[in-house]
């Protein structure tokens, strides 16, 4: 799970370890009561700074108006949307090769027991 933080240098895109933690207020505070805890549970996958202080306020803004800024679309797309993309991209050719294999393997024991 991926979870967008705002903060006042830029935006973070943070990766959740353990989903079912997240379902008790009580394992998400025991998931920061220390430093080890949390870097276990939590990585840090993205982080976009701010140009200056306007650039944060505008951004800020944007979201309370409803908006989405177009430096956070670029940054979800770029970490998010390409990523899974690519992720999903490499299954596909795996299995592509799983399944050219296991044909190829079939072919040749065809011939080899003469069932065509």
Not at 68 to 79: G, R
Not at 88 to 115: D, G, H, Q
Request: glycine share 2%; with cysteine; hydrophobic share 40%.
């Amino acid at each position: 799970m991926l979870v967008l933080f705002e903060t006042p240098a830029g935006y973070s895109l943070f990766q959740i370890n353990n989903k079912k933690k997240l379902q008790k207020v009580e394992n998400i505070i025991e998931m920061f009561n220390d430093p080890d805890t949390v870097s276990e549970n939590i990585q840090l996958e993205a982080f976009r700074k701010f140009k200056d202080t306007e650039h944060a306020v505008n951004s800020l803004t944007k979201l309370n108006e409803g908006e989405l800024p177009s430096d956070l679309k670029k940054f979800l797309q770029n970490n998010i949307v390409s990523k899974n993309i690519q992720k999903t991209l490499l299954c596909i050719y795996y299995l592509f090769l799983i399944i050219l294999n296991i044909l190829i393997l079939f072919r040749l024991l065809s011939k080899n027991c003469n069932l065509y």
